[in-house]
Nanobody
Framework: QVQLVESGGGLVQPGGSLRLSCAAS????????MGWYRQAPGKQRELVAR???????DYADSVKGRFTISRDNGNKTVYLQMNGLKPEDTAVYYC??????????WGQGTQVTVSS
């Protein structure tokens, strides 16, 4: 079982940047898929970005060119650099890690609010 703790959320003005971090403790493997999801009020949770053990990445169309996901296996951490933030990026952001093809483990979530 892996435990995940997210950090880095907050309030930012449109066009600003934030960097989210998610640190794992407990069981971990370099082949884990590490991802970020988000859920806005009244909406379903959606994939934002994920990174596979071989470094391959997937991004939601809405964040391509603005967000960058990266991982540090030595520190069991995944990052999400978010630039050019828009009000529609406002949501609770959740970290997920696990073996490919499994549901993985979830963090508790961190709030990101983009507002002037």
């Amino acid at each position: 079982q892996v435990q995940l703790v997210e950090s880095g959320g907050g309030l930012v003005q449109p066009g600003g940047s934030l960097r989210l971090s998610c640190a794992a403790s407990g069981s971990f493997a370099n082949i884990y898929v590490m991802g970020w999801y988000r859920q806005a009020p009244g909406k379903q949770r959606e994939l934002v970005a994920r990174i596979f053990g071989n470094g391959r990445t997937d991004y939601a169309d809405s964040v391509k060119g603005r967000f960058t996901i990266s991982r540090d296996n030595g520190n069991k951490t995944v990052y999400l650099q978010m630039n050019g933030l828009k009000p529609e990026d406002t949501a609770v952001y959740y970290c997920n890690m696990g073996l490919p093809g499994t549901s993985g483990s979830w963090g508790q979530g961190t709030q990101v609010t983009v507002s002037s």
